[in-house]
């Protein structure tokens, strides 16, 4: 199911025996200043000074807020023998906790003018620091025995209540800063030198919403003249590899993202030399790694440097044993709660058809293993008579007339919540397939076997995004490799809340 043909290389006119670009050192003194003028720093220190006030004004509130939950209400005699601590004896306390837990904030670098537009991976960084902070403080005032002893519920309390405040100032702040007036200032403005179809893919991701944090300005011509593949319509060619450095300071460029295999190393060295001179920040787009690139990693092997794919968010044990405990929760509630669904509908589909009212259907899950799904039988008994697997597609004669409306509203799927609980899958992953279009998809779609990395989900990225059934299977597996890159705890709260408010929720 190829969604796109591939672009058409694009053929320019340039000398095939390019120089380097000009590597020279400029002797205009006024270089520096004009170079810096497209960067708005004055802004960015503001705002940095705004968002620290502003952490500072929550955590220190969040501290006294804690310490008056647990000692002047009705918490007031919970676990201690002397209830009366005055204000003035914890005030050391609360000001040590607050400047802690201010450091640590700053050392996960909150305050990054870039990480202002990331407001998923901020959830997290704070969550992470108050778990972090939970235990460092109560163990360092245990240590030092500080008098008064510490209250471990007021450092609960204070955690929790961090938590809550900070991600909602930051919200705040976040919905403030996406929009056009403020975002456009934050983000980096990018140029590409070469262009590949990996590029295309990646700017239509940029700008799928107000809050991205590249704007891609321009393409500089290779050294050979040419690109592997067109540049949309928005992003024009600014100039060849020979004016690079001019090219560079007209367009106020923040970042150069270079494309592997567009030059040779030794023009590639000299390009990051004159980034570096040039004070833009250089990337390079490797070619031989087009997925995971999050968690690619340096790896030095007897003090040569390797470049692979690291551990992912679910190949450490904490985080899948956090998943897992949630699939169990998860499934268990769901079965509670949805088990006379299922018997209401499973009557429904017994008087309308003959046969049974559950359907088991091979599918793939983790590492390729087979297993079978589970579903409440939406379909004709005989539907694949003909042995031809396929997707249901709109107005299918083979369904029941009870099924069309359980498959909009995704109720055939429920008995899956047994299937999570067997371990087969998981509540949140990429849809699972059958093995017979498998063997079509692997050899069609790239990567498309990275998805069996982590288990099939009962819902998923793709599927509350719209991309259910028979739709166009090449973006299916770019959100799927999406959400495998990126798993935290809260996309996985987030995909569940959309596939209760948005019926395309499973597939």
């Known amino acids: 199911m190829n969604c796109a043909p591939p672009a058409p290389s694009v053929e320019t006119s340039a000398s095939p025996a390019a120089p380097p670009p000009d590597l020279s050192i400029d002797e205009n003194p006024n270089t520096f200043a004009l170079r810096h003028r497209h960067r708005p720093w004055v802004a960015h220190q503001k705002l940095v000074i705004t968002s620290f006030l502003g952490d500072a004004a929550v955590v220190f509130g969040a501290m006294m807020l804690a310490y008056v939950l647990r000692f002047e209400s009705g918490l007031q005699s919970f676990g201690v023998d002397d209830p009366a601590i005055s204000l003035r004896g914890y005030l050391g306390h609360v000001i040590f906790g607050g400047l802690m837990m201010l450091v640590m904030l700053a050392n996960f670098r909150v305050h990054d003018p870039r990480n202002y537009l990331a407001i998923r991976s901020t959830v997290v960084v704070i969550v992470k620091t108050c778990a972090m902070w939970l235990v460092g403080f109560l163990g360092l005032t245990l240590i030092l025995k500080i008098d008064p002893a510490i209250s471990r519920v007021y450092c609960v309390i204070a955690a929790l209540i961090s938590v809550v405040m900070l991600s909602a100032w930051r919200w705040f702040l976040y919905c403030v800063l996406r929009r056009d007036s403020f975002a456009n200032a934050l983000r980096q403005k990018a140029v590409f030198v070469g262009w590949n179809d990996e590029c295309s893919r990646a700017i239509e991701r940029f700008g799928e919403g107000r809050a991205h944090q590249i704007n891609v300005h321009g393409v500089i011509l290779p050294p050979n003249g040419e690109l592997d593949s067109e540049p949309p319509a928005d992003v024009p060619v600014l100039g060849g590899y020979n004016d690079f450095r001019e090219t560079v300071r007209e367009s106020g460029a923040d970042l150069i993202m270079a494309v592997d295999g567009c030059m040779d190393r030794h023009q590639m060295l000299l390009l990051a030399e004159t980034c570096g001179k040039e004070f833009v920040d250089f990337k390079l787009v490797p070619s031989c790694f087009q997925i995971l690139v999050s968690g690619l990693q340096i790896e030095s092997f007897h003090g040569m440097p390797v470049l692979g794919i690291g551990k992912l968010p679910l190949h450490h044990t904490f985080n899948n044993a956090l998943k897992r405990g949630i699939d169990i929760v998860g499934a268990l509630v769901g079965l509670v709660l949805f088990a006379p669904l299922i018997a209401v509908f499973g009557i429904l589909v017994r008087m309308e058809s003959r046969g049974p009212i559950f359907y088991k259907q091979r599918r793939i899950g983790l590492n390729g293993r087979p297993f079978n799904i589970l579903k409440i039988r939406s379909m004709k008994v005989d539907a694949e008579a003909s042995g031809a697997p396929g997707w ?70 793709a599927q509350v995004n719209g991309l259910r059934g028979d739709t166009c299977l090449r973006e299916r597996v770019k959100f799927d490799l999406d959400y495998i890159e990126n798993w935290n705890f809260f996309l996985d709260l987030q995909i569940l809340v959309m596939t209760f408010f948005n019926r395309k929720g499973a597939c």
């Open 392 to 461: 249901t597609v709109k107005d299918d004669p083979r369904r029941l007339k009870i099924g069309a409306f359980m498959r909009e509203w995704n109720i055939d799927e429920l008995p899956q919540f047994l299937n999570v609980l067997h371990g087969e899958m998981s509540l949140v992953g990429p849809r699972p397939e059958r093995p017979e279009l498998i063997e079509g998809f692997k050899e069609e779609i790239p990567h498309y076997n990275v998805r069996h990395n982590i288990k099939p989900g009962v819902t998923g990225w």
